[in-house]
């Protein structure tokens, strides 16, 4: 059973950073893609950011490229999305998942989310 918990989320001012983590069990995901969605209330949830969990190769939403940095620990089974220059824009509820594309019907398992909220 994968399991996905999501750590990091808070509140902060605009311009400033956030690392978001999210901690995977379950099973092995080497040929999987570990990504990150938000979905702002009223809004569609949307892909920000994915990264392969045996290549390490990275991709990102035109709307983050630039400020957020995905990484990845295996050894934790972590998944980190560092937040630069956050913007009020960026206040949504953060997902990791893990899948195969970077749209939301590729991804298989999501954790439960966590809040982000920038202030102008």
């Known amino acids: 059973q994968v399991q996905l918990v999501e750590s990091g989320g808070g509140l902060v001012q605009a311009e400033g950073s956030l690392r978001l983590s999210c901690a995977a069990s379950g099973r092995t995901f080497n040929s999987y893609l570990m990504g990150w969605f938000r979905q702002a209330p009223g809004k569609e949830r949307e892909f920000v950011a994915t990264?392969?969990?045996?290549?390490?190769?990275?991709f990102y939403s035109d709307s983050v490229k630039g400020r957020f940095t995905i990484s990845k620990d295996n050894a934790k089974n972590t998944v980190y999305l560092q937040m630069n220059s956050l913007r009020p824009e960026d206040t949504a509820v953060y997902y990791c998942?893990?899948?195969?594309?970077?749209?939301?019907?590729?991804?298989?398992?999501w954790g439960q989310g966590t809040q982000v909220t920038v202030s102008s």
């Open positions: 998942a893990v899948g195969r594309g970077i749209r939301r019907r590729d991804y298989d398992y």
């Open positions: 990264i392969s969990w045996n290549t390490g190769t990275t």
